[in-house]
């Protein structure tokens, strides 16, 4: 199993930022996916969820007016779209997946974002 994230990076107050994470050998149809983020210090916050499906999912409050998270499960990948970011999203974001039935996760290796000025 490999999960595959891309799209971070250092940009400015208020740019935006897509970040994928591409899943292989897993039924990915099967796996809830989310994804989190970390800063040091800090424990992993989930910052969205999406069902297997993709017919429910959720944000975190303080950034469900931003970010927004959706999937293609025809091509096994997840994206988190990042608008108007600020500094306070600087972290390591992780790619997530959790078995429906299985309950059984998979991590990505995590993918840096830096909004600074």
């Known amino acids: 199993v490999h999960l595959a994230e891309s799209g971070g990076g250092s940009v400015q107050p208020g740019e935006s930022l897509t970040l994928t994470c591409v899943a292989s050998g897993v039924p990915f149809d099967e796996y809830h996916a989310s994804w989190y983020r970390q800063t040091p210090g800090k424990e992993r916050e989930l910052v969205a969820f999406?069902?297997?499906?993709?017919?429910?999912?959720r944000t975190l409050d303080s950034v469900k007016d931003r970010f927004s998270i959706s999937r293609d499960n025809a091509k096994d990948t997840v994206f988190l779209q990042m608008n108007s970011l600020k500094p306070e999203d600087t972290a390591v974001y992780y790619c997530?997946?959790?078995?429906?039935?299985?309950?059984?996760?998979?991590w990505g290796q995590g993918t840096q974002v830096i909004v600074s000025s």
């Open positions: 999406i069902t297997g499906p993709g017919s429910n999912s």
């Open positions: 997530n997946l959790r078995g429906m039935s299985s309950g059984k996760e998979w």
